[in-house]
């Protein structure tokens, strides 16, 4: 055998680690969990009539108790700029918008004009 070789052995060992190796948890799953419940006289959570799992933007702001007064002062920004957002878009039509990004167009100089590249 040369010095090249590499030896053959079984895995790799790492210093620190007792022979056993990591020893992990076991996952509970959620059927048992929901046997335990019902054993227990506990009812499982309750799926929303819609059948959808998430909670509605209507339940979630239950929990602005949570919330300090500067994060309820910024939601309510939001929301307004959101509202005044959307009544501006609402209003103009399709026509109105083409009419605006021309006219914003025609004020740019010929800078920021597309050059024209190749002969002719």
């Given at each position: 055998m040369?010095?090249?070789?590499?030896?053959l052995?079984?895995?790799?060992?790492?210093k620190?680690?007792?022979?056993?190796?990591?020893?992990?948890?076991?996952?509970?799953?959620?059927?048992?969990?929901?046997?335990k419940g019902?054993?227990?006289?506990?009812?499982?959570?309750?799926?929303?009539?819609?059948?959808?799992?998430?909670?509605?933007?209507?339940?979630?702001?239950?929990?602005?108790?949570?919330?300090?007064?500067?994060?309820?002062?910024?939601?309510?920004?939001?929301?307004?700029?959101?509202?005044?957002?959307?009544?501006?878009?609402?209003?103009?039509?399709?026509?109105?918008?083409?009419?605006?990004?021309?006219?914003?167009?025609?004020?740019?100089?010929?800078?920021?004009?597309?050059?024209?590249?190749?002969?002719?």
């Open positions: 040369s010095d090249y070789d590499f030896p052995g079984g895995s790799l060992k790492l620190g680690v007792s022979e056993g190796g990591i020893v992990k948890k076991k996952k509970k799953s959620k059927s048992d969990q929901t046997a019902a054993v227990q006289g506990e009812e499982p959570a309750k799926a929303s009539p819609s059948g959808s799992n998430r909670s509605s933007p209507a339940i979630a702001s239950g929990s602005d108790d949570r919330k300090t007064a500067a994060e309820k002062r910024f939601q309510e920004v939001q929301r307004k700029r959101l509202a005044d957002k959307v009544k501006k878009l609402a209003g103009k039509t399709h026509k109105d918008r083409v009419h605006e990004l021309n006219a914003k167009l025609e004020a740019l100089s010929e800078h920021h004009d597309i050059p024209k590249v190749g002969p002719g």
